[in-house]
């Protein structure tokens, strides 16, 4: 039973007449006749007494004809639904970001999303890059903007477009001294000043680590396992010192020491799922947000990847 056949039984019954409905359809009469007689032949039983002055529907036709309108009705209506979330006129885009890109980038890019799309409902997820890898991998986000690399083990499954590179500093709160000296110091100069961490899944986590043991030591942990707000929190109130991302950092209102060349960076990107690509909501998320990075004003620690022809992988 094809939906073409339904839409002819339902023509020819408000009609009662072939020639008539034919023409109404924009379809040759034969045509059809012939598709009524199939529909006729598969359910066993004709749908239409036919007579010279017109056709008239049989009892097997009257059973018929509401179960069509429904059929046609539904599918009118899905086409509706459609196409309203195609035209952005309604639906959801399921984002997700690392914390300190949501207390910057995604606030306003999320803002002016709203603004532009009403109808378009933006749901945020917070977490770290792992998480948020793990979370497009299960299909629970559409775009997530993240810390890149993505985790190896998903990477043959999330597509991504590096966008920007950003410089890690080290923070300290009042009353707390800086390490090294005139705004700058070297990781030697962390040895033995406790380091308030984020929890593990963070990539910050691993590039404070990772800059101790690369100069033969390991990190001095005054509080460990904190969300990010944490630990500016901690940071503010003198617990210890913390890597942050330097816009970060400054929007936090903490003193703040750069590394010496060459400085720590980290890379943002936007990610996606390959096998599913960006939705028509999460292409437009993806223009306001390159709109929103292109409009920036440039800063000694924030570097604009240049913009691809297509999307990374």
Do not use: K
Not at 77 to 101: D, F, N
Not at 115 to 126: D, K, M, V
Not at 205 to 223: D, K, Q
């Amino acid at each position: 039973m094809q939906l073409t056949q339904l839409r002819y039984l339902l023509e020819v019954a408000e009609t009662r007449h072939f020639t008539r409905a034919a023409r109404n359809l924009h379809v040759a009469q034969p045509s059809l006749s012939q598709q009524i007689r199939l529909l006729e032949r598969e359910l066993g039983a004709a749908l239409f007494v036919r007579a010279r002055g017109g056709v008239t529907l049989t009892e097997a036709g009257a059973a018929l004809l509401p179960v069509a309108r429904r059929v046609l009705a539904d599918l009118d209506g899905a086409r509706r639904e459609v196409q309203e979330i195609t035209q952005l006129r309604r639906g959801r885009v399921r984002v997700g970001g690392t914390p300190s890109l949501c207390q910057g980038v995604l606030a306003e890019v999320l803002r002016a999303f709203a603004q532009r799309w009403p109808g378009i409902e933006p749901c945020l997820a917070e977490s770290g890059t792992s998480d948020l890898a793990e979370r497009l991998r299960l299909g629970e986000l559409d775009v997530a903007l993240l810390i890149l690399p993505v985790p190896s083990a998903l990477s043959a499954v999330i597509a991504f477009e590096p966008l920007v590179r950003e410089e890690l500093v080290i923070v300290s709160g009042t009353g707390q001294l800086p390490p090294g000296e005139r705004g700058v110091c070297t990781p030697a100069d962390l040895r033995e000043r406790p380091l308030v961490l984020p929890r593990h899944g963070y990539a910050l986590r691993e590039h404070a680590t990772g800059l101790c043991r690369a100069a033969g030591f390991e990190p001095t942990i005054a509080v460990d396992g904190g969300e990010l707000d944490a630990v500016i929190a901690l940071v503010r109130c003198g617990a210890g010192l913390a890597l942050l991302p330097a816009i970060a950092a400054r929007r936090a209102a903490l003193t703040v020491t750069r590394l010496a060349e060459p400085a720590p960076q980290r890379t943002i990107g936007l990610a996606w799922r390959r096998d599913a690509g960006l939705s028509r909501a999460a292409q437009e998320f993806r223009a306001i947000l390159l709109e929103q990075i292109d409009h920036a004003p440039a800063t000694d620690v924030t570097h604009r990847i240049a913009a691809p022809d297509g999307h990374s992988s």
